[in-house]
């Protein structure tokens, strides 16, 4: 079983950054890829970033590359999601996830999910 606990979210203003936070409770973290997802209100949860197990290989939503990071530490079981020029549609719950399996997008490829923590980002 894995426990993944997400922090790091907030209210910020356009423009503005963020770090999001996911942790994670189990031995093997290391053999897991990470994913970041995001569901505004009303809309379905969407893929955002994943990193491979290594931190060698990193996947993005088309959309988000070159403002939103994802990076991991093995060491601190954790992964981390950098947001810069923080736009109001980015507003959304941020889950991270994991996965036994490659580099993958899709929200039935991960198996355990944290509880989301909220990004709000101001006009």
């Known amino acids: 079983q894995v426990q993944l606990v997400e922090s790091g979210g907030g209210l910020v203003q356009g423009g503005g950054s963020l770090r999001l936070s996911c942790a994670a409770s189990?031995?093997?973290?290391?053999?897991?890829?990470m994913g970041w997802f995001r569901q505004a209100p009303g809309k379905e949860r969407e893929f955002v970033a994943a990193?491979?197990?290594?931190?060698?290989?990193?996947r993005y939503a088309d959309s988000l590359k070159g403002r939103f990071t994802i990076s991991r530490d093995n060491a601190k079981n954790t992964v981390y999601l950098q947001m810069n020029s923080l736009k109001p549609e980015d507003t959304a719950v941020y889950y991270c996830?994991?996965?036994?399996?490659?580099?993958?997008?899709?929200?039935?490829?991960?198996?355990?999910w944290g509880q989301g923590t909220q990004v709000t980002v101001s006009s």
């Open positions: 189990v031995r093997t973290f290391a053999t897991y890829t």
């Open positions: 996830a994991a996965a036994l399996l490659g580099v993958v997008a899709g929200r039935g490829d991960y198996k355990y």
């Open positions: 990193i491979s197990w290594s931190g060698a290989y990193t």
